[in-house]
């Protein structure tokens, strides 16, 4: 099965740093994905890693380490539109992708 | 980019009635598409895989009968929510990829609020 945890909120401060986290364990691993989701909004696409290490994108960055079963999403320079749902999700076998529940931002000026 | 999009964006249906959804990928061509329904506060939890060509793939506890799922062609899968009941209201989102994940991510359609009253 798959079992995906990341924490349910955090508060974080305009301009700041956040690191947000996830731990999974599933059966098969193709990747692992970060979304953002704004209340009302569908998700939209972030970041994906499929190899170990660090990806960076702008203000954005994405770890993985596939032998811990762990990733974290960071957030640069926070703006207060970024106050929204970051989604981790895992894609499995047979292309499947199961997502956490969300760590819920809320970025405080 | 690869663009969805997901056709109503809202509706709202009287109870025992029937609403089809649509999504279309378009401008690449999806073999599978996915079906995800998400609750307030709650995370997207995958219904069904939709294949052109062939059968839904359900997720365990779906009813089949229930949402019915269509993938007639290379760029269009439907959803059917048949009998509605309001505790069907929920926000139903698909979702397709454009080749393998390690050229492109799941995209998502814009969502569509079904209220059943």
């Known amino acids: 099965g798959q079992n995906i945890d990341q924490p349910t909120e955090m508060t974080a401060t305009e301009g700041a740093i956040v690191q947000i986290n996830c731990t999974y364990q599933?059966?098969?691993?193709?990747?692992l994905f970060w979304y953002q989701q704004h209340a009302g909004e569908a998700p939209t696409f972030l970041s994906y890693n499929v190899l170990d290490g660090l990806e960076e994108k702008g203000r954005f960055s994405s770890f993985l380490s596939r032998s811990k079963g762990y990733s974290y999403l960071l957030l640069k320079e926070l703006q207060m539109k970024d106050s929204a749902s970051y989604l981790c999700a895992v894609a499995g076998g047979y292309q499947k992708v199961t997502f956490g529940t969300g760590t819920k931002l809320q970025v405080i000026p | 980019g690869a663009v969805v999009s997901q056709h109503p964006s809202w509706v709202i249906c009287k109870s025992g009635t029937s609403v089809k959804i649509e999504c279309r990928s378009l401008d690449f061509q999806a073999t599978t598409m996915f079906w995800y329904r998400q609750f307030p506060k709650q995370s997207l939890m995958l219904m069904a895989t939709?294949?052109?060509?062939?059968?839904?793939?359900?997720e365990q506890g779906v009813e089949k009968d229930k949402f019915l799922i269509n993938h007639a062609s290379l760029t269009l899968s439907t959803l059917t929510v048949t009998s509605a009941h309001p505790e069907d209201s929920s926000f139903y989102i698909c979702?397709?990829?454009?080749?393998?994940?390690?050229?492109?991510?799941?995209?998502f359609g814009n969502g569509t609020r079904l209220t059943v009253t």
């Open positions: 939709s294949n052109e060509g062939s059968k839904a793939t359900y």
């Open positions: 979702s397709a990829q454009q080749g393998g994940f390690a050229n492109s991510p799941l995209h």
């Open positions: 599933t059966s098969g691993f193709n990747g």
